[in-house]
């Protein structure tokens, strides 16, 4: 999705746009806060990094929202067998059988 919206991006502001993919273990975000705030860099993430570990940075402190380009359902499923029917179900589950 990212990529369709930065084509047509750049087609109306007339200059490429790269999406950059990161598996180097730094959020995007962080990537984004520490760079120049020129306008020229944007990001979509949640505020935690895929490192697992928390950001620096507050997005809602520390961005501005500019577009919402879409909104995704989430959904968790367990096996039928499984004895968790809810989500508070499923967590305690995970809790007891946390390393297993």
Avoid at 34 to 55: F, H
């Amino acid at each position: 999705m990212a990529r369709e919206f930065a084509q047509a991006l750049a087609g109306s502001l007339g200059q490429p746009i790269t999406v950059e993919n990161r598996q180097d273990g730094v959020a995007p975000g962080e990537v984004v806060a520490k760079s120049q705030p020129d306008g020229l860099r944007s990001w979509s993430t949640t505020t935690r990094s895929g490192s697992g570990r928390w950001s620096a940075y507050d997005a809602v402190r520390d961005f501005a929202p500019i577009v919402e380009l879409a909104r995704t359902p989430n959904v968790v499923v367990v096996s039928a067998d499984s004895p968790a029917r809810t989500i508070v179900e499923l967590i305690a589950l995970a809790k007891v059988k946390r390393g297993a």
